[in-house]
């Protein structure tokens, strides 16, 4: 799982995907980015979505910078393939994916339209407990469009 998670990491790092740097591969022993604060020489992790209480102009911000990382992982082929509120980071502002061990290969699985589906679903949930009009239906249609149409 290491290796795996390591190579998706990777691709969509370099795709400009907002989540950790991968910084090495030890056998099954994975080194990413620290994701919040070096204050005191302690690392205080940034929070969880699900902690957080955004305010309106907040949530709107982070909807559409999550709307943005998932267009991304769409592009490169993939669906988080476990998204919530606990599978995000948020550090000053700037989401954050994790948990991307099991991301699923969208042309590939042949389940994986279904998880983008569940992931939108479950997200959209969340931002819309907070006000924000995320509707699951067209974030999939527009996450769905961005796959190469086989000729």
């Known amino acids: 799982w290491a290796a795996a998670e390591f190579a998706v990491l990777s691709r ?3 795709a400009g995907a907002a989540v950790p740097y991968p910084v090495q591969l030890d056998g099954t022993e994975l080194a990413m980015e620290f994701i919040g604060d070096h204050g005191d020489g302690h690392g205080v992790a940034a929070p969880r979505l699900a902690e957080l209480r955004p305010d309106h102009r907040e949530a709107n911000n982070l909807y559409g910078q999550l709307r943005e990382a998932l267009l991304i992982l769409a592009e490169a082929g993939y669906a988080h393939g ?23 290969d969208l042309v590939g699985n042949p389940q994986g339209f279904e998880y983008l589906l569940r992931d939108c679903r479950n997200i959209c949930t969340w931002f819309n407990a907070r006000g924000i009009g995320a509707d699951e239906t067209a974030l999939a249609a527009e996450l ?3 796959l190469p149409r086989a000729q």
Do not use: C, E, K
Request: glycine share 6%.
């Open 12 to 14: 969509l790092w370099r």
């Open 144 to 146: 769905l469009g961005t």
């Open 82 to 104: 476990d998204l919530s509120a606990y599978n995000i980071l948020v550090h000053r502002g700037r989401l954050v994916l994790i948990d991307l061990p099991q991301a699923i």
